[in-house]
């Protein structure tokens, strides 16, 4: 059998949530079928021996053009892709972006959320656009569906109609197995980490920051963010822009391997104000370093955390500030059930579900 994969999102030093759980995934996956062609579609050249795929039957080709724009997502998936599978005589089409190629081979998606459908303003509007017709008919036409916890499996065939047996439960985990951490308790911190976008409301989490550091003028803690902006948002500069305290903020920027592992087991908590998602990388990973977790009670977010940590109504500014205090008040308690749940998470479990649909 010739599989073939959308990789597009695997990008060195660039990987976030759909080309963690692409590159995590295939490494299972791959090994468990020496006897199958795994052909790995991506939008550009890359330093493939970067990642950790070097089997004997993977197959890399870069499949033009450049596909970081809805115009140019039209021609890739609709055009170049079905040109790729074509020539090379592939049986199954895996696309774990969500977005479906136009073609007659059997497809297999996974979608990890709807993010687009109920909350369009969160993304620029070409893109929510194209989401909303692309996946909407990907999950229709689509063999199996795969996503990456109960709360998406269960809107998604909510929302688009689809029978719950056809979609399969693949959850995320860590983008590398995280060790236990030595919270820093001379320069204490709180943390977060994640693209700076509406969807995760760091607003909240800056105005209650600005709140409890007003609350508690003794506290020496800083707030420190991991991330980088995909596009601008006036609303978020706004509010950057008001802080009493933006002196106690460090702007990070993109973080991973050590550095990321090492910002958050130093963390007195880690905080996920995320109005919506589908999983919460970043939240098993803190949990797996050991550090207490704060996050918001919506979503998959509630599913991922379950009892291990603080759930918080989302935009409430004064909850957050009070999150803040009881987590450091609190904080071996918190730590102690972070790191139990963190354990529940692993990529072999994951890929095991795909693993058998793909024996069947």
Known sequence: MKIAVNARWLLPNKLEGTGIYTLRMLEQIIP?????????????????????????????HVVAPQARHPLLWTLWNDFSVPRALKKLNIDLYWSPDGLPAK?????????????FEHHPEWVPKNVATYYRRQIRKGAAQAQQIFTVSQWSAEDI?????????????????????????QMNTEDPYFCAVGAL??????????????????????AVHRLKIAGAAHFKDPAFETVRNSLKHADRIDWLGRLSGPALEALYGGSTAYCMPSAMEGF????????????AVIASKNSALTE??????????T?????????????????????????????????????????????E
């Open 32 to 60: 468990a079928f020496p006897q199958y062609e795994f052909h790995l579609l991506l939008d550009r050249s890359v330093a493939t021996d970067q990642f950790s795929l070097n089997f004997p039957n993977v197959h890399f």
């Open 157 to 181: 065939a909510s929302t688009y109609t689809i029978p719950a047996e056809k979609i399969t439960l693949t959850y995320n985990a860590p983008q590398q197995r995280m060790e236990a951490g």
């Open 315 to 359: 935009y409430n500014v004064e909850a957050w500030s009070a999150a803040l205090q009881q987590i450091t008040i609190e904080n071996s308690i918190w730590r102690e059930r972070a790191l139990k749940r963190g354990d529940f998470f692993n990529w072999e479990q994951s890929a095991a579900a795909f693993i058998e649909a793909l024996h």
């Open 197 to 218: 976008t509406p969807r995760k409301n760091l607003r909240t989490l800056l105005l209650a920051f600005d709140h409890w550091v007003a609350k508690n003028p003794t």
């Open 280 to 291: 919460g990388i970043p939240l098993v990973e803190a949990m797996q370093c050991g550090t």
């Open 103 to 115: 073609t007659k081979t059997r497809q297999w998606l996974t979608i990890h959320d709807l993010n």
């Open 304 to 313: 991922v955390v379950g009892t291990a940590g603080l759930l918080v109504s």
